[in-house]
């Protein structure tokens, strides 16, 4: 009687190489280019960034900055309270919008949240990852799109289609903030509503080498925008001028 042969054991699964906490070191300021950083004090730590201070705008940031990563379940309640906020503040200047884009929508959680307010309006979400083509999946955006808003193929495809446009801190995570704002105003149609939900909007767009930034405000007025908000909010909403580019 032959003895029983032993079960087959599955090879081990491959392991994942851990996602890296920083993203790439740079040389300049995000928001108005300059390489005159001045790294502010603090104590030395190789395991951390360091945060560095532009000359020319004052603009602080991290370098290298943090990579996304998995948010503490407090941090994801006080963002559901912060999408639902900027709603609400779209709703009293835009109460009937037929289409919107969320830009950097990554899951789509804004326009979930945004549908409760909105609930016959026409979400669509845009993101560099294909995180966007799950949350398509699971119906809380109608249309996705994988890239970015600076992309000529999506640039041409979405030209002048939506109502409102919404960019919940998407420029802090851009390379060149000024040609993504552009961009989103080329979306728009004219007449239309533009969101942006940023950390500092006085900071934005500074002009090198005078002392006080330009500030985001400053540059949508430049665009040929109306800013329907204060000066003193971090969420920025814009109607687009009938003649703006």
């Given at each position: 009687?032959?003895?029983?042969?032993?079960?087959?054991?599955?090879?081990?699964?491959?392991?994942?190489?851990?996602?890296?906490?920083?993203?790439?070191?740079?040389?300049?300021?995000?928001?108005?280019?300059?390489?005159?950083?001045?790294?502010?004090?603090?104590?030395e730590d190789p395991r951390r960034s360091v945060l560095e201070r532009c000359l020319d705008c004052r603009h602080v940031f991290r370098n290298p900055p943090f990579t996304p990563g998995p948010e503490h379940p407090l941090v994801r309640a006080g963002v559901r309270l912060r999408h639902g906020l900027a709603a609400r503040a779209v709703l009293r200047r835009r109460p009937d919008p037929e289409s919107w884009l969320d830009v950097g929508t990554g899951d789509a959680d804004f326009p979930r949240a945004a549908r409760a307010y909105f609930p016959y309006t026409s979400f669509d979400g845009l993101d560099p990852t294909h995180r966007v083509l799950r949350a398509r999946a699971v119906e809380r955006v109608e249309e996705a799109f994988v890239g970015r808003l600076t992309d000529p193929h999506i640039a041409a495809r979405l030209r002048a289609r939506y109502d409102v446009v919404?960019?919940?801190?998407?420029?802090?995570?851009?390379?060149?903030?000024?040609?993504?704002?552009?961009?989103?105003?080329?979306?728009?149609?004219?007449?239309?509503?533009?969101?942006?939900?940023?950390?500092?909007?006085?900071?934005?767009?500074?002009?090198?080498?005078?002392?006080?930034?330009?500030?985001?405000?400053?540059?949508?007025?430049?665009?040929?925008?109306?800013?329907?908000?204060?000066?003193?909010?971090?969420?920025?909403?814009?109607?687009?001028?009938?003649?703006?580019?």
């Open positions: 009687m032959t003895a029983p042969s032993a079960p087959s054991v599955p090879p081990p699964a491959p392991r994942v190489p851990p996602v890296p906490r920083y993203g790439p070191h740079r040389a300049d300021c995000p928001w108005c280019g300059s390489r005159r950083l001045r790294a502010r004090p603090r104590r919404s960019l919940f801190q998407q420029l802090e995570r851009v390379p060149d903030p000024r040609a993504e704002l552009r961009a989103a105003l080329h979306v728009l149609r004219p007449g239309g509503h533009l969101l942006v939900d940023v950390a500092d909007p006085r900071r934005l767009f500074a002009l090198p080498g005078t002392s006080h930034p330009a500030g985001l405000r400053a540059e949508l007025v430049a665009q040929g925008c109306t800013v329907l908000t204060g000066v003193r909010t971090h969420r920025v909403i814009a109607r687009k001028g009938a003649s703006a580019p």
